[in-house]
């Protein structure tokens, strides 16, 4: 089998890496991949970037691609799986119409109101003035998101009214996302601990992955500017049974149901990120059409089963007869990035230390790097995501910074406290 993944960051390295491994695949192709995916055995980088469905359609035709996975949330907002669908080929992934759960913030608030599903209040702009009233009348702090497609970084936490409204200026000046912030929404912040859980859906039965838990904020303890993640873990042990049971019950089928009955029938990787009230109430903070990143990485590095057999499974409805294995260890994933991130990132820097002996439970997926006269170099603002396995998660996050400290450039930054909310219940259960 031939497989073409569609992306080039840190999720697609991961997904390359899996299903690689699977004994149904005799070459992966991914596109535009970068310098980590083109090492990985069997697998072979292609110049296309992910946005140019007509040329990736050709490729596909041309290689006698079996499966093509994509990856990243900008070609399937796009159609790139209605377009395959319509040319014969197999392609994993919402249609353009069901990807519209990520790539409108609007219609995905909209949506969990006509179907009950809990989230947080909100109301929608186009109007600077008049959000900037609403703004300055409801209690803070806010969240303020842009409704387009944003790379995970279109959200802003204002915690004083001025500061919500320069942030509903810039996006819909479009100064800071461009057409993805000509319409925004304002919604009231929710308090508890945020998860994700990501689910494989076949339109009608859903299979959930492994939890994890993203850091979305820069710098430690949760502070700094929104970036498209810092880190990851998985399990988030903020997922109980009864909580999955919950989300499973009034999230995650209802969304599915929901779509179906909208005519939007949902097929793919389905992300939803909750924040789990200190009852345990789990409540939609946003969707994601795909796999989130770096929440693959991790996911991806803890799963036992063959991925193509569930994604063929997905494709063909068979979803009820699956039941994937996990290493029951924890895995933990710290992301790298470029100086200036989540701005402009400084891009160019020669990275060391990526090759030599290594722990056998460690791994390091490239997200924004590139071969430059046969050096590695940073090439994007989140450059590696440096995934490590362990008994606890404490011991992963031990495992996974050890490799860290061998990696370097100039500029180079991390968060030092991945995994924090974890270690810290497991040190109190160590010693109640």
């Not at 992306?7 to 697609?12: F, L, M």
């Not at 802003?156 to 810039?170: L, M």
């Not at 710290?334 to 891009?347: D, F, I, K, S, T």
């Not at 910074?401 to 259960?429: F, H, L, N, S």
Request: hydrophobic share 45%; net charge neutral; glycine share 12%.
């Amino acid at each position: 089998m031939k497989v073409l993944i569609v992306g080039g960051g840190g999720r697609e390295h991961a997904l390359a890496w899996k299903v690689a491994s699977s004994a149904h695949v005799d070459r992966v192709y991914v596109a535009p991949g970068n310098a980590g995916t083109v090492r990985e055995p069997k697998v072979e980088n292609v110049a296309i970037p992910a946005g140019e469905i007509t040329a990736l359609l050709a490729f596909a035709r041309s290689a006698r691609i079996d499966l093509t996975l994509v990856g990243s949330e900008v070609p399937l907002v796009a159609g790139i799986v209605d377009r395959f669908d319509e040319a014969g080929l197999r392609c994993f992934g919402p249609s353009g119409s069901a990807a519209a759960l990520e790539g409108s913030k609007v219609y995905a608030k909209s949506f969990m109101d006509r179907h009950g599903i809990a989230t947080a209040p909100y109301a929608s702009f186009s109007d600077l003035h008049a959000a900037s009233a609403y703004i300055r009348a409801q209690a803070l702090p806010l969240v303020i998101k842009a409704n387009g497609l944003a790379a995970g970084k279109g959200v802003v936490i204002a915690r004083s009214a001025e500061e919500g409204v320069r942030a509903a200026s810039d996006m819909l000046a479009g100064h800071a996302f461009g057409s993805a912030g000509q319409e925004i929404v304002v919604e009231g912040f929710l308090e508890g601990e945020e998860a994700s859980f990501i689910v494989v859906s076949d339109g009608i039965d859903v299979l959930p992955l492994a939890s994890s838990q993203d850091h979305k904020a820069r710098d430690a303890g949760d502070r700094g500017p929104n970036t498209g993640g810092m880190g990851a873990y998985s399990p988030a042990p903020v997922v109980t049974r009864a909580v999955s049971d919950r989300v499973m019950s009034e999230i995650v089928l209802p969304t599915i149901r929901g779509m179906a009955r909208e005519g939007r029938p949902y097929r793919g990787f389905l992300y939803v990120g909750v924040m789990v009230a200190p009852d345990g109430t789990p409540r939609v903070l946003e969707y994601n059409c795909r796999l989130g990143d770096p929440e693959a990485e991790v996911i991806l590095f803890r799963l036992r089963s063959d991925l193509v057999e569930i994604i063929e499974a997905g494709l063909t409805g068979r979803l009820k007869k699956i039941q994937p294995l996990w290493d029951q260890r924890a895995a933990l994933g710290v992301v790298l990035a470029a100086a200036g991130y989540p701005g402009l990132p400084r891009m160019g820097d020669v990275i060391a230390g990526l090759d030599g002996e290594h722990p056998a439970d460690t791994a390091v997926f490239h997200s924004g790097t590139a071969i430059k006269e046969g050096r590695i170099v940073t090439a994007g603002g989140r450059v590696v995501c440096v995934c490590a396995r362990g008994a606890t998660v404490s011991e992963a996050q031990s495992l996974a910074y050890a490799r860290v400290k061998k990696i370097q450039w100039q500029g180079m930054y991390y968060r030092p406290d991945i995994g924090y909310r974890a270690v810290a219940r497991e040190t109190k259960e160590a010693d109640p």
